[in-house]
């Protein structure tokens, strides 16, 4: 069976490249307009090729089927509040940001990351059509967005990572509007990234300095799942 992958970020992503690398004018006429919601077989069929003419990353926007069940666990949450808004922080590889974006094309979306090649990329899927994305380079803890910013934050696997995590959980708490989402390892690993175990009652402490009391956990297959109500 064919690997499906995600065809409209996959799309957006070579409109974007095209656009900021000057090759425009060799898109397909289906591709210069606007950004389609769906692609025939014949259409997708060039969208790969030109990805493979312009030596791009396909493999980034295969689908992961079935999806992670802690993402699936998030994208459940969600569908339930119906977000307008969204800052996905540490958004990384996209495991969470691209079913997210599948699935709530109408969410204004934020994503911020540490590292530029990862924004440059995010940046790309927004230069080419998908104007409810915007990729900001900025670190958690700073806060870089005003108060009450978001109707929602989701802390998806990157507290663990966060040397200074009672800043970034505050910052998360001060821009939040509505709901902030966590989900962690809720056990020993062998990744040296991870600098934290962050267990029920660690992640309780920490909201709780924050101002927060209305805290829901839940399990899912070796993580911790938190909604935490503003």
Sequence with gaps: MEQEYYRQLASAYLRGHARQNGWEEALPHFLREELPCESTPEEWQQIRQLFAEKQLKLHAFKKIDPLLPRVKKV????????PGSLLDVGSGRGAFLFPFLDRFPWVETTSIDLLDHRIDFLQTLSAGGLQNLKAVQADLCSQPFPERSFDVVTLLEVLEHIPDVE??????VRMGRKYIVVTVPSKEDNNPEHIHLLTKEVLTGLFEKAGCTRLHFDGV???LFLTVTL
């Design 75 to 82: 994208l459940g949450f969600l569908q339930g509040v119906q």
């Design 167 to 172: 800043a970034a959980v505050s910052a998360a």
């Design 221 to 223: 297959h070796g993580h």
